[in-house]
């Protein structure tokens, strides 16, 4: 590789890996956004939920045919992508297959990613025929329109391309390894299962031609996976990376318990406290606590960290009771639009030099409906089956105590219980003296 060539690697790598670290500061930087939450408790049950659902997948196999061509794909990008590091060493330095001093363990590495980027290729191309042939249900829905649905096909497009290039760019060196002669630093390395059987599409080539068509599928194999990392942020995909912290920070309480809003506890203290006095003056700079959440920003930083983790599977969406007997309700929908406004928070503090500037928009009302909120039944159903341990639960949960607490917006039918519960200390309109009436009866 000429001094040229390699000046022009190193500079595409800066540029690739610098856009990259720029894009994972906005990315930290908009996540912290939210609301402070201590999530720094049991280590060891955190570690087990990561080791076990981030990286076993444990979860994904609980629907057995998605659940085993997504381990394949997802095992492959892994390990497939080891050999970047080799393909790094050789641009920088000009060398050409560095680690083939290993021997056999590389001739074994090889072949293992050979055979790895053909199920790859399998796995996609069904895939790819569940969504846009098949188009089972979770995939068809509307919440999906326009993006969404685009965004997930241009990820198996980029599978399929880098599986292609990567093939291809082995066959033309198994092709040029094999000559009587040696051509170049083209000599004996690794083992190739399934490039093998592609390399006869060079034969009748001149040895140059071949080292041209190498060397571009080289060339554009890197170009590509530099793109594709680049692509991740503005992608569902980036659960690729989030996976991981998202699995280790998940709420670690039962399904069931919901947490205490500090605010309302803080007032209940203070009735209960004798030598309060209810009437003192708050501090001249204290900012009067909100209760639930209208926009990202009352959201804490678990659940915007759960917002661009959100993988839009539906899983959560075809097993939501709601969904299931034609609410407005899609708990997916509920993190992807948490997300896009997370985004267009973001984009507002970056048009205006770090600082937001309102905008007259908010999460409530512009993007979720008080009626799609309303229409859970707090059953943990989405929980329980999200892949990677998305509550899409837990910010419903805190958009309604603001429509309740702030705004007195809860349904007719809510409200009346509550009006119930306050005057006669039950949920039904009977004098609290008549409640034992039943006894009698």
Not at 47 to 62: E, P, R, T, Y
Not at 358 to 375: C, G, H, R
């Amino acid at each position: 590789m000429s001094i040229l060539s390699t000046v022009f690697f190193a500079l595409i790598l800066v540029l690739g890996f610098g856009y990259f670290t720029l894009n994972v500061k906005k990315l930290i930087r908009n996540i912290k956004l939210g609301k402070d939450v201590n999530r720094s408790d049991n280590a060891s049950e955190r570690w087990k939920n990561m080791v076990m659902i981030a990286l076993g997948q444990s979860k994904m196999v609980k629907r057995p045919i998605s659940g085993f061509l997504h381990i394949i794909v997802y095992v492959g990008f892994v390990i497939i992508n080891i050999e970047l590091l080799e393909i790094i060493i050789d641009g920088l330095f000009g060398t050409h297959r560095v680690f083939a001093f290993m021997g056999g363990f590389y001739d074994f590495l090889i072949a293992s990613f050979e055979i790895l980027a053909f199920l790859v290729l399998v796995a996609v191309v069904v895939f790819w025929i569940r969504r846009n042939a098949i188009k089972l249900k979770r995939f068809a829905s509307t919440d999906l329109n326009g993006k969404p649905r685009n965004d997930a096909n241009y990820i198996l497009y980029f599978e399929v391309v880098l599986m292609s290039l990567f093939l291809l760019m082995n066959a033309s060196d198994f092709h040029l390894q094999n000559l009587s002669e040696v051509f170049g630093h083209y000599e004996k390395a690794g083992s190739f299962p399934v490039s093998q059987f592609i390399a006869p599409i060079f034969d009748g080539m001149s040895n140059e031609a071949v080292y041209m068509l190498e060397r571009t599928f080289w060339w554009l194999h890197i170009i590509i996976i530099l793109i594709f990392l680049n692509y991740l942020y503005y992608s569902k995909h980036l659960h690729i990376l989030l996976a991981f912290p998202n699995t280790y920070f998940a709420d670690l309480n039962a399904k069931g318990k919901l947490d205490n809003l500090e605010s309302v506890t803080n007032e209940v203290k203070l009735m209960m406290d004798p030598s309060a006095d209810p009437y003192a003056a708050p501090p001249a700079d204290a900012v009067p606590s909100k209760f639930g959440a209208s926009d990202v920003q009352d959201l804490n930083w678990v659940q915007l960290l759960n917002a661009y983790t959100c993988t839009e599977c539906g899983r959560c969406t075809s097993a939501c009771p709601a969904n299931q007997t034609g609410k407005k309700l899609s708990p997916r929908k509920i993190m992807m639009d948490t997300r896009d406004r997370l985004e267009e928070v973001g984009r507002n503090i970056d048009k205006n030099k770090g600082v937001f500037i309102p905008d007259n928009v908010s999460l409530l009302n512009d993007y979720i409906t008080s009626e799609e909120l309303w229409a859970c039944t707090s059953c943990n159903a989405c929980v329980e089956e999200c892949p990677v341990n998305i509550s899409p639960l837990s910010i419903i949960v805190d958009m309604r105590r603001y429509l309740v607490m702030e705004q007195s917006a809860a349904p007719q039918s809510l409200n009346a219980m509550m009006t119930n519960i306050e005057n006669n200390g039950a949920p039904w309109q009977y004098n609290q003296m008549d409640r034992l009436n039943w006894k009698n009866e």
